[in-house]
């Protein structure tokens, strides 16, 4: 059998839950997706930052192999450290069996990252970021229709950006009935731009694949705060002075953590995966613990490519539990940066020139399906987390002094990961690409 194309969408931003839980979103078209294909209820985000996700989307390890990390500028995070230049990635081994590699990306997915690495086309959009503004909806829709024309096999990857900040909801869907806050009206309307990038693709010979980076926060006044006409006239100022305020208490008090990259809570790690195509079983719910890491394995086993360039690699392919077979979990490792230190007792950073600050305390987390354990190895200071996911899903009760052995066992899994991990020799920008970051940066309100 000839293999098939893959269709990878990115949504920046979804959530779980809202794809799966919260019934008052309307989601026809993933829906009907999902009735076509396979969902994974579990899958665990590496972070809360988009750089450092699709690092490990498209190598398969986690952040400390494959080194895109972020660094602070003026108290906002942007990764600009490079991809691992040891490391192969999806892109590269698609192109190499003979697939047409493209990819339109948006936000912070700059070439800084080197994550172009294996593309053949590989746009940043500037202007029209979101689907629902400019010309990027007509654009993709027409490249699929080339695409679906074209002997040759492909592989597209497309970032999505209508969730992440300032939501965009069409005004159709700009109402009770399709969502609570403006974050489930903006996936509503959302998922009705979908259905025509999906009538474009034949399941026959194509894989297509709906994937979160990270969550996101919802409460009621951060979404207020994101409204687009504050963000664009007063909010970003709003936010910036906001942080400025209370940096000190972002990590005493969770109702200031809404952001992604500021916690690991599951309504930041816990994303949506959703596979549909060839070899897909249709109709099935997977509710087993996946990684971010596992994705790539899997998707190089569904195509019948050699794994070989992906021995040592974190990820482990779960086709065997498309298939029916045995497969068991394993613990899956998260990490995020964000403020001068993740420390109420703030660790100081040190400044580099530019005004850009080194990489500041890392929280890190361990997931299982039981438990997931959150903390910062650089500073015992600061008390560890523990949660029983099952009769805690909201993660309020923290168990670690009542359980340490627990703890203990979930730490030691990280330190098992750092010794087998290869060593990091990831870059750092160049001065030029540092003024780009910068430019960047400023043309999204953040400098």
């Known amino acids: 059998m000839e293999r098939p194309n893959v269709l990878f969408l990115l949504v920046d931003c979804l959530r779980a839950d809202v794809c799966y839980e919260v019934r008052r979103v309307k989601t026809p078209t993933l829906d009907k997706l999902c009735r076509q294909g396979s969902i994974f209820t579990h899958a665990i985000s590496v972070s809360g930052n988009t750089p450092v996700c699709l690092g490990s989307l498209f190598t398969g390890t986690y952040p400390f192999v494959h080194g895109i990390r972020p660094i602070s500028i003026n108290r906002f995070y942007l990764s600009?450290?490079?991809?691992?230049?040891?490391?192969?990635?999806?892109?590269?081994?698609?192109?190499?069996?003979?697939?047409?590699?493209?990819?339109?990306?948006?936000?912070?997915?700059?070439?800084?990252n080197d994550l172009h690495r294996g593309f053949q086309e590989y746009t940043h959009r500037e202007g029209e970021g979101t689907y629902l503004r400019g010309t990027f909806g007509p654009s993709l829709r027409k490249l699929?229709?080339?695409?679906?024309?074209?002997?040759?096999?492909?592989?597209?990857f497309a970032h999505l950006w209508e969730l992440h900040t300032?939501?965009?909801?069409?005004?159709?869907?700009?109402?009770?009935?399709?969502?609570?806050?403006?974050?489930?009206?903006?996936?509503?309307?959302?998922?009705?731009?979908?259905?025509?990038?999906?009538?474009?693709?034949?399941?026959?010979?194509?894989?297509?694949?709906?994937?979160?980076?990270?969550?996101?926060?919802?409460?009621?006044?951060?979404?207020?705060?994101?409204?687009?006409?504050?963000?664009?006239?007063?909010?970003?100022?709003?936010?910036?002075?906001?942080?400025?305020?209370?940096?000190?208490?972002?990590?005493?008090?969770?109702?200031?953590q809404n952001a992604h990259g500021l916690n690991l809570y599951d309504f930041v790690t816990r994303v949506p995966?959703?596979?549909?195509?060839?070899?897909?079983?249709?109709?099935?719910?997977?509710?087993?613990?996946?990684?971010?890491?596992?994705?790539?394995?899997?998707?190089?086993?569904?195509?019948?490519?050699?794994?070989?360039?992906?021995?040592?690699?974190?990820?482990?392919?779960?086709?065997?539990?498309?298939?029916?077979?045995?497969w068991k979990e394993s613990p899956a490792y998260m990490e995020a940066y964000s403020g001068r230190s993740v420390s109420s007792g703030f660790l100081p950073m040190k400044r580099l020139k530019g005004g850009v600050a080194s990489i500041p305390p890392a929280l890190v987390g361990i997931r299982t399906s039981r438990w997931k354990c959150i903390w910062v190895p650089e500073d015992p200071r600061i008390p560890t987390e523990l949660y029983?996911?099952?009769?805690?899903?909201?993660?309020?009760?923290?168990?670690?002094?009542?359980?340490?052995?627990?703890?203990?066992?979930?730490?030691?899994?990280?330190?098992?990961?750092?010794?087998?991990?290869?060593?990091?020799?990831?870059?750092q920008g160049s001065p030029e690409e540092e003024a780009l970051l910068k430019k960047h940066l400023r043309s999204l309100g953040y400098l």
């Open 80 to 112: 600009t450290k490079k991809l691992n230049p040891n490391l192969s990635t999806l892109a590269e081994v698609l192109k190499e069996a003979g697939y047409r590699t493209s990819a339109t990306v948006t936000g912070p997915v700059l070439h800084v």
């Open 144 to 156: 699929l229709s080339e695409l679906r024309t074209s002997k040759q096999r492909w592989f597209l």
């Open 166 to 256: 300032p939501r965009q909801v069409l005004p159709a869907f700009n109402a009770p009935s399709y969502g609570l806050n403006r974050y489930e009206r903006a996936v509503s309307s959302l998922d009705s731009q979908l259905r025509a990038i999906l009538q474009e693709v034949d399941l026959k010979n194509t894989l297509v694949f709906i994937h979160g980076d990270h969550g996101e926060g919802t409460r009621s006044l951060f979404e207020f705060l994101l409204h687009p006409v504050l963000h664009d006239r007063i909010g970003i100022r709003v936010m910036r002075l906001f942080y400025g305020l209370f940096f000190k208490w972002i990590h005493r008090f969770r109702f200031l």
């Open 273 to 326: 995966l959703i596979c549909a195509g060839p070899k897909i079983p249709p109709g099935r719910v997977f509710g087993n613990q996946v990684s971010q890491v596992d994705i790539l394995p899997t998707l190089i086993e569904l195509l019948g490519l050699s794994g070989g360039r992906f021995a040592s690699i974190h990820g482990r392919s779960f086709y065997p539990l498309i298939v029916g077979l045995p």
């Open 388 to 427: 029983r996911l099952e009769e805690d899903p909201l993660e309020r009760k923290n168990l670690a002094a009542m359980r340490p052995e627990v703890v203990a066992e979930l730490k030691n899994h990280l330190l098992r990961l750092e010794e087998e991990a290869q060593p990091e020799k990831s870059e």
